[in-house]
């Protein structure tokens, strides 16, 4: 029989990742401790409720907590077990920035007793879960850590990367096959123990490094199949065809999938974990950093063609249907939608720019402030709008009778309207 493991689990890092999984284990039978710098985050979660929208997912963290399996914290304790879910953004070189996970790991290192099993979840490049040992060993030296010796450690390392679609979270976290990669087969199997808690799909045991890169080569896979689609669209504008009619008709060829043209790649994922691949062989990833710019050079040509459409006009009014960076989350991080309404208001600081969002109250830092920018309910922004952006394929939108859009210039980037 597999184990299953028993204790209590600390999960550093309430975000859209370590939230879920935190719930997952509790509803699982397992004590939980959350663990989160940001203290709004920990008082929220404290009280029951989610400080970020996601189906079926507050239900679960009002349940965990009222049923005493779930609390939260800004100060790490002691466990048996702790899962580090924090932020690994790309710095301007995209180089990896690991310094949330290093801030995890100083604290997490005092409160070592041994036997513990530490699991990073964050994404990040070959070869930080054996950094993560070679951290723990620096500030413990009394410990054995189990990068120096295939016997037994006095603590366990390994990386269970996330893979879990916004939107379909705490679904995906029961249904998808997990990859846990030990920095040892003794600490894969350990780590494998906590997700057998939860997961219904299958464990594969694999080494740290593998894994690591398993994840990487995930989000570049998407990523590059979606570059694909966004060329087609750029060629398709060039040579007037319409790119969704080609789309339909190719794929109805048995081994043709091609994904949905957009207004570039938005999300704290598929946005940047393909450059973690591009930073450890730059020589060597070709394809991957060419898909990655036409993707992030994609905001620019839709925000350029906004512009171009607004010169027949003498005041034009432009709405722009969507902030977030895909369907159905309210998720704004690298959203393409925010950097085309910003460049939208930068390129034309005097147009009357309407922006309908049903996920925000307010608009973002970056665009709130301008005398000309607002947000509306979608209904008013189309109405006064001689031009109208989607942006996002919201359901909201989806729904939207074509009858208010008649006679108004429209720009479809996400194809919803055809
Ligand atoms: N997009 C397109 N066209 C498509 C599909 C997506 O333009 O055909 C755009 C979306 O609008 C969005 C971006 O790409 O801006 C990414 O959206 P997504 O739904 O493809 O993926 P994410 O970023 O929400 O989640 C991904 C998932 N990875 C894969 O599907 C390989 C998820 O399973 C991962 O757990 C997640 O990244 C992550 O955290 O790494």
Redesign the pocket.
Known sequence: MDEVFQGQVAVVGLGY?GLPTAVSLAVGGVEVIGVDVNEATVEAVSRGELPFVEPDLAIGVSGAVTMGRLTATTKTPEADAYIIAVPTPFRDDHQADLSHVRAAVEEIAPRLRGGEIVVLES?SPPGTTEGVSRWLEELRPDLVAPHTSEGVPDFHVAHCP?????GRIMVEMITNDRVVGGVTRRCAAKAASIYRVFSKGEIHLTDAASAEMAKLV??A??DVN?AF?NELSLISEELRLDVWEIIKMANHHPRVDI????P????H??AV?PWFIVGAAPQLSRLIRTAREVNDSKPHHVAEQVVAKTERFRNPTVACLGLA??ANVDDLRES?AMDIVTDIADALPDLDLRVAEPFVDHLPPALDGRPHVRLQRVHEAIDDADIVVVLVDHDHFRSLSRSRLEGKVLYDTRGIWR
């Open positions: 990742i994404t996330e893979r879990v679609l916004p995930e989000n896979y998407r979606i689609a994904l949905t043209p957009g570039g790649v938005g999300g994922c598929i974990d960076y895909k393409p």
